[in-house]
């Protein structure tokens, strides 16, 4: 049996590796199913189009908006990037903790069309892998739908939005493959005391994209990828759940009522799949 080892879609140092988008944004389609969410091409470019809108990538600095402001001719570094997504119309954004990283730190953040907002970061929790962003003039974004539920059928099909490094906007159709994962997981000074487990190709720079259900409610935030003990992709990936980003929003913001809804559930009761798809350890057996 092969050791499986969980490595953390971190960012690292990547100044001078951005460019500003514009325009319109195009996905590349990547699916671990047969077709994209069993769904027909329509209906896969329907909900990309709706759920697109929520998705943004951001570059985080290592100094605030006020050092940034009051800065002469010297550039802040950049140290992070990653993906997240909108959280409600008062420019509050959800992102992983190891993107945002540092309380106060500055944020670019790209939206649909091309369009950069500043902002910094607002709150982060570690034990969670969770950073709260705010953004000045959040016009023209529209927040997530959460589920109403938060155990999602095991084999039923989800997608996620996020940015490889180098590459372009990427959509991942794949599946559930456990609501659990059964154990925790640290890297650095962030962790989660679980998550779901995801069949998705997710890659570095993915880390803060939005997980969506097939009706293209959100249901989740990917944080991490499983790899075995080579490093070779397993072409699975953790997500906290959305009653823990509840947990966390409702704590920092004036949530909405499906957020609040949502607060003190928990996907511990969530029917289990075959013993084979809880969790890489023993899928790889």
């Known amino acids: 049996m092969k050791r499986i080892f969980l490595a953390a879609i971190a960012a690292s140092a990547l100044t001078g590796c951005f460019q500003t988008e514009s325009g319109p944004r195009n996905f590349d389609i990547s699916t671990v199913t047969a077709t994209p969410a069993n769904a027909a091409p329509e209906v896969t470019q329907k909900l990309l189009s709706n759920a697109s809108s929520s998705y943004v990538t951001m570059v985080v600095y290592e100094a605030s908006l006020r050092e940034l402001q009051s800065a002469d001719d010297k550039d802040p570094e950049a140290v992070t990037s990653g993906s997240g997504f909108v959280?409600?119309?008062?420019g509050h954004i959800l992102t992983a903790g190891h993107v945002g990283v540092s309380k106060g730190w500055y944020v670019n953040v790209t939206g649909p069309k091309g369009r950069v907002f500043r902002g910094n970061v607002l709150s982060i929790r570690h034990g969670t892998d969770m950073a709260l962003i705010k953004i000045t003039d959040p016009s023209g974004l529209t927040p997530v739908v959460p589920v109403a539920d938060p155990c999602l059928p095991v084999g039923g099909g989800i997608f996620s939005l996020g940015k490889p490094r180098q590459r372009t906007h990427t959509a991942r159709f794949g599946t559930v493959a456990a609501m659990s994962f059964g154990r925790p997981v640290k890297y650095r000074s962030f962790g989660y005391n679980d998550a779901m487990v995801l069949?998705?190709?997710t890659r570095k720079g993915e880390s803060g994209g939005p997980v969506f259900d097939n009706g293209g409610?959100?249901?989740?935030?990917?944080?991490s990828t499983l790899s075995d003990g080579t490093g070779r992709h397993l072409d699975l990936a953790h997500a906290v759940t959305s009653p823990m980003i509840a947990d966390f929003v409702c704590s920092q913001t004036k949530c909405s009522s499906a957020w609040r809804a949502?607060?003190?559930k928990s996907t511990s009761s969530c029917p289990r799949g075959p013993k084979t798809a809880s969790t890489g350890k023993r899928k790889a057996g």
């Open 87 to 90: 959280l409600d119309n008062q």
């Open 217 to 223: 409610r959100l249901a989740g935030m990917v944080v």
């Open 199 to 201: 069949r998705l190709q």
């Open 262 to 264: 949502l607060r003190g």
